[in-house]
Antibody, heavy 123, light 108 residues
Framework: EVQLVESGGGLVQPGGSLRLSCAASGFTFSLYWMSWVRQAPGKGLEWLAN????????YCVDSVRGRFTISRDNAKNSLYLQMNSLRAEDTAVYYCARERGTDSSSYYYFDSWGQGTLVTVSS | DIQMTQSPSTLSASVGDRVTITCRASQSISTWLAWYQQKPGKAPKLLIYKASNLESGVPSRFSGSGSGTEFTLTISSLQPDDFATYYCQQYRTFPPYTFGQGTQLEIE
């Protein structure tokens, strides 16, 4: 069974930093692109960043570029999100998600999600 | 960025009803569209991928259709467990992947 378990959330002051982790199990982690998606309280889903299978490529949304960094450690079956210069508007539940494609396409959707970890940015 | 727009934002319906949610893309995404269901306090759950493919384990009362810029999610006969928020998501291009704003399905 695929399992994704996020950790590392909590209360942080504006301008502070936090590192989120996502522990993966039940599948061969190194074969999949992985993403971070967040959801502000009462709002919709926002994709943040993803990283290729070997970590050599990664992409992110403009709103976090230069502040958030996605990475992975395939030996530890873990995904990370380093968040710096946090702002009140970064308050959200952060989910890690596995990307899956159909056939041999390079188009991926999110087939498995963790339970999320809450990040609150407040003084 | 490709903008995704869902309608309606809120939908009231009764058990047994047939309901349809629409998702429109700001440009063609072929059939690279997924639908998710989310219940309060829970992670999203994949229902449909590639516009019309039912994810394993998802009840057959859920179906998806469409291509290009217009898509629909249909629930043929609402069950009590279906009252939730539904999101569409395009994966034709990234960055960024983009989601619709969500449709909250409420009990009438």
């Amino acid at each position: 069974e695929v399992q994704l378990v996020e950790s590392g959330g909590g209360l942080v002051q504006p301008g502070g930093s936090l590192r989120l982790s996502c522990a993966a199990s039940g599948f061969t982690f190194s074969l999949y692109w992985m993403s971070w998606v967040r959801q502000a309280p009462g709002k919709g889903l926002e994709w943040l960043a993803n990283v290729q299978q070997d970590g050599s490529e990664n992409y992110c949304v403009d709103s976090v570029r230069g502040r958030f960094t996605i990475s992975r450690d395939n030996a530890k079956n873990s995904l990370y999100l380093q968040m710096n210069s946090l702002r009140a508007e970064d308050t959200a539940v952060y989910y890690c998600a596995r990307e899956r494609g159909t056939d041999s396409s390079s188009y991926y959707y999110f087939d498995s999600w963790g339970q999320g970890t809450l990040v609150t940015v407040s003084s | 960025d490709i903008q995704m727009t869902q309608s309606p934002s809120t939908l009231s319906a009764s058990v047994g009803d047939r309901v349809t949610i629409t998702c429109r893309a700001s440009q063609s995404i072929s059939t690279w569209l997924a639908w998710y269901q989310q219940k309060p306090g829970k992670a999203p759950k994949l229902l449909i991928y590639k516009a019309s493919n039912l994810e394993s384990g998802v009840p057959s009362r859920f179906s998806g259709s469409g291509s290009g810029t217009e898509f629909t999610l249909t629930i043929s006969s609402l069950q009590p467990d279906d009252f939730a928020t539904y999101y569409c998501q395009q994966y034709r291009t990234f960055p960024p992947y983009t989601f619709g704003q969500g449709t909250q399905l409420e009990i009438e």
